[in-house]
């Protein structure tokens, strides 16, 4: 794996290469996940998910929840 070295600015951000972006999926605007293990520094995309029963597919960003859950929500 090549690596490339960044400098932080003054606020302590980093520019993450479009061409990593691309490669993992990450879009401007998409949220983050920073975590620490070992000494290192991993970045993941935050994938949406439901804030009701958890699930990843079909999710409304707009209110993080899933169409199932929307449509029991409103037969109620």
Known sequence: MIGLNRKLDKLGRV????????????????QIKITE???????????????????????NEQYSVCEDCINKIKSI
């Open 37 to 59: 293990e070992a000494g290192k520094l991993i970045i993941e995309k935050v994938k949406p998910f439901c804030k009701i029963c958890g699930s990843e597919e079909n999710i």
């Open 15 to 30: 520019v993450v290469p479009a061409d990593y972006r691309y490669r993992t999926g990450i879009d401007i605007g998409d």
